[in-house]
């Protein structure tokens, strides 16, 4: 799949959003971790079945009106070996159920590490004879804070119909402390919207965007419309709606004239909305799903998808 893909499953279902699937051990309903220790007890092994379980349900209720999903690889990683496990088979159903699936993996590295790691997404790990994928998806979120080294190991697939976003200016409050600092006559988050720029040569998709985006957070609507009205090809992932408190008033200016280029990230806030009920998550996907809708109405409030 590619940008232009995405931003058609966008169009299509009418929703420039995408859920980051993020579990957490103190917030997954009861009724699957005590599923869960039934036959696993109280081990990494059963929260790592819980995060599935419950990603699973969340993937399920939300196909047809959620176009993409960010699997947030450090929920998974935390748990060792039966989270990774897990969230390769979150990503698997993900990609069987049809969603866009990016992986927010947040690091990058170098040399022969960061090429394998960019096989292990989009291309293939040799064993022997045999080929595999680990982490197969459609794109990826990392840190582009290494420079090209770390960086174009996974541009090299755009060409292939992958995606690259690169984070620019975070949602949280603390990011000011690195990417709003000056670097010559530019803050160091327009430096990394210039370098996803040029990396971006020859590959530009229908739509007219790159297969390299950034991430922008919804936080800060002042660098968001400064970005937007600078970086017209690029691709916006847009972070910090709802739990992090922007909403669809600040987030509109992510998009062009015709709600294109950019797809809002939520997880808490859909993901957790049983919370804001007394059923003790019983019907989580059920509150998902009406959280969900909600944020979409919200956009489309404030943007028009052509």
Request: glycine share 10%; proline share 2%; charged share 20%.
């Amino acid at each position: 799949m590619s940008v232009d893909i995405l931003q058609e499953r966008i169009r299509k279902l009418k929703n420039p959003t995408m859920v980051c699937i993020s579990p957490s051990a103190l917030e997954i309903p009861m009724q699957i971790k005590d599923q869960v220790k039934q036959e696993y007890g109280e081990t990494l092994k059963a929260a790592a079945e819980a995060y599935k379980l419950f990603s699973f349900g969340i993937l399920d209720c939300l196909k047809d009106i959620v176009p993409a999903v960010s699997v947030v690889s450090g929920s998974f990683t935390a748990l060792g070996a039966d989270g990774v496990a897990a969230m390769q088979e979150v990503l698997q159903y993900a990609k069987r159920l049809g969603y866009y699936v990016l992986l927010d993996m947040m690091r990058c590295d170098l040399g022969q590490t960061a090429d394998m790691l960019a096989a292990s997404c989009f291309g293939t790990i040799q064993v022997g004879g045999q080929g595999y994928t680990p982490y197969e998806c459609d794109g990826v979120l990392m840190s582009g804070y290494l420079g090209s080294d770390s960086v174009k190991p996974f541009t090299s697939y755009c060409s292939q119909g992958k995606n690259v976003f690169i984070i620019a200016r975070s949602s949280n409050k603390s990011a000011r402390e690195v990417q709003d600092l000056l670097s010559g006559d530019r803050v160091v988050y327009q430096v990394m919207a210039d370098l996803a720029m040029r990396w971006s040569t020859g590959l530009f998709g229908k739509t007219g965007f790159s297969e390299i985006g950034i991430a922008v957070g919804a936080t800060n609507t002042d660098v968001l419309k400064r970005l937007r009205s600078k970086y017209e090809q690029l691709f916006f992932l847009v972070p910090g709606f709802g739990a992090q408190g922007a909403g669809a008033k600040d987030a509109q200016y992510a998009f062009d004239r015709f709600g294109r280029g950019a797809a809002i990230l939520a997880g808490r806030s859909i993901l957790y909305a049983y919370q804001k009920h007394d059923d003790g998550g019983s019907n989580y996907q059920q509150y998902a799903i009406a959280a969900a809708e909600k944020m979409r109405e919200q956009i489309l409030s404030y943007i028009t998808i052509y």
